[in-house]
T-cell receptor, first 114, second 112 residues
């Protein structure tokens, strides 16, 4: 049981490049989330999904896209990377939705846009 | 809009000391409040989740309390150990489609 896994761990992008951050969970959770954490700040919700095929915007969705074709995977796509997207990105999941029960977090992807 | 504040931003204590971490929130109509631990370079680990109908939750040496009327929660750590060194974040949830709102965290150092 690996829990929530994320790849890559680190990435440096140039301005204008695109990339996909991968997230997978093996706990059969319906709900999955993407957060970003800027230095010295709390986490902000980017997008979330309530099940395969269903996604919704969080607090800071601009510049990102998501898809959820399977229960296990929830990739985050960055189009036209900007320095403001330099951050640590966390994927999380839980069973009963939003914050009604514990969210399980992945180890994070540290992204730098230069 | 819910706002969550954690003071102090950093705290250093000697091993064995009992300590309290503070969390305040502006909207008292919360559904639950959660405490997380974050180790450097790692993800978050859930410590305690307090429902709005509860006053406190306990897990081992950790005790979290919730006072909705004053907009405060505290995390009490008994007999602190160097392994408790980490950043502790609290987060409030107001139910519905609202996201968890996180504080910036308190960075705790327990000195041996």
């Amino acid at each position: 049981n690996a829990g929530v896994t994320q790849t890559p761990k680190f990435r440096i992008l140039k301005i204008g490049q695109s990339m996909t951050l991968q997230c997978a969970q093996d706990m059969n959770h319906n709900y999955m989330y993407w957060y970003r954490q800027d230095p010295g700040m709390g986490l902000k919700l980017i997008y979330y999904s309530v099940g395969a095929g269903i996604t919704d915007k969080g607090e800071v969705p601009n510049g990102y896209n998501v898809s959820r074709s399977t229960t296990e995977d929830f990739p985050l796509r960055l189009e036209l990377a900007a320095p403001s997207q330099t951050s640590v990105y966390f994927c999380a999941s839980n069973l009963r939705g939003l914050a009604t029960d514990t969210q399980y977090f992945g180890p994070g992807t540290r992204l730098t846009v230069l | 809009k819910q706002e969550v504040t954690q003071i102090p931003a950093a705290l250093s204590v000697p091993e064995g000391e009992n300590l309290v971490l503070n969390c305040s929130f502006t909207d008292s109509a919360i559904y639950n409040l959660q405490w997380f631990r974050q180790d450097p370079g790692k993800g978050l680990t859930s410590l305690l989740l307090i429902q709005s109908s509860q006053r406190e939750q306990t897990s081992g040496r950790l005790n979290a309390s919730l006072d909705k009327s004053s907009g405060r929660s505290t995390l009490y750590i008994a007999a602190s150990q160097p392994g408790d060194s980490a950043t502790y974040l609290c987060a409030a949830w107001n139910s519905g489609n609202t996201p968890l709102v996180f504080g910036k965290g308190t960075r705790l150092s327990v000195i041996a």
